[in-house]
């Protein structure tokens, strides 16, 4: 079974620095989909990036981008820039491709904390 | 095109009660996911339905739970008899085809189910 680990629970960042935050999971599969959720108080899970395994490059979107490095089954996400607004709850997870199971397994989290 | 829809948004249940929740899929996605998320923790696979059928239950408890998704009409996550363990967040999220192609899963605003 894949697993997912978040190893901060929290992370506390100066409006507009940049923050990472870390994920690893462990597969033996070699083809499967990575996310970033973002889940603000109001509970809405917010697609954030999403990687397919297959591709080297790495995903950004807008201040939003990915560190994935296969090998070490590591998928960090750095945000740029940093808003109030991207204060929330920030889940890694991830999805079996090609025929394997169809839910998703999400790490615990990690709370991003945005200082004014 | 609206998104997810669940309801109720709340729901209070005494201990040995039953509990309905609903999800409407997006509109054109014919399969459905429930996610549980327990205070503190990441979302958790519970089972994944296409119309008139479960496909994986994999994370389903073996007993009071159950799921269905009729040809007409919402999804229904049922849990019979609840207990205080069964407090927690519930989410549906909704696809337009079998994830493993690539689809993506979108997610519902969730059902906070407490249990007194």
């Known amino acids: 079974a894949q697993t997912v680990t978040q190893s901060q629970p929290e992370m506390s960042v100066q409006e507009a620095e940049t923050v990472t935050l870390s994920c690893t999971y462990d597969?033996?599969?070699?083809?499967?989909?990575l996310f970033w959720y973002k889940q603000p108080p109001s509970r809405q899970m917010i697609l954030v990036i999403r990687q397919e395994a297959y591709k080297q490059q790495n995903a950004t979107e807008n201040r939003f981008s990915v560190n994935f490095q296969k090998a070490a089954k590591s998928f960090s996400l750095k945000i740029s820039d940093s808003q109030l607004g991207d204060a929330a709850m920030y889940f890694c997870?991830?999805?079996?491709?090609?025929?394997?199971?169809?839910?998703?397994?999400f790490g615990k989290g990690t709370h991003l904390i945005i200082q004014p | 095109n609206a998104g997810v829809m669940q309801n109720p948004r709340h729901l209070v249940r005494r201990r040995g009660q039953e509990a309905r929740l609903r999800c409407s899929p997006m509109?054109?996605?014919?399969?459905v996911y429930w996610y549980r998320q327990l205070p503190e923790e990441g979302l958790k696979f519970m089972v994944y339905?296409?119309?008139?059928?479960?496909?994986?239950e994999s994370g389903m408890p073996k007993e009071r739970f159950s799921a269905e998704f009729p040809k007409e009409g919402p999804s229904i996550l049922r849990i019979q008899q609840v207990v205080r363990g069964d407090s927690a967040a519930y989410f549906c999220?909704?696809?337009?085809?079998?994830?493993?192609?690539?689809?993506?899963?979108?997610f519902g605003p969730g059902t906070r189910l407490t249990v007194t």
């Open positions: 509109k054109g996605h014919s399969h």
């Open positions: 997870a991830y999805r079996s491709s090609g025929g394997g199971a169809d839910g998703l397994t």
């Open positions: 999220a909704s696809s337009q085809k079998r994830t493993v192609g690539g689809y993506e899963q979108y």
């Open positions: 339905l296409q119309k008139e059928n479960i496909i994986d």
């Open positions: 597969t033996s599969e070699s083809d499967y989909y």
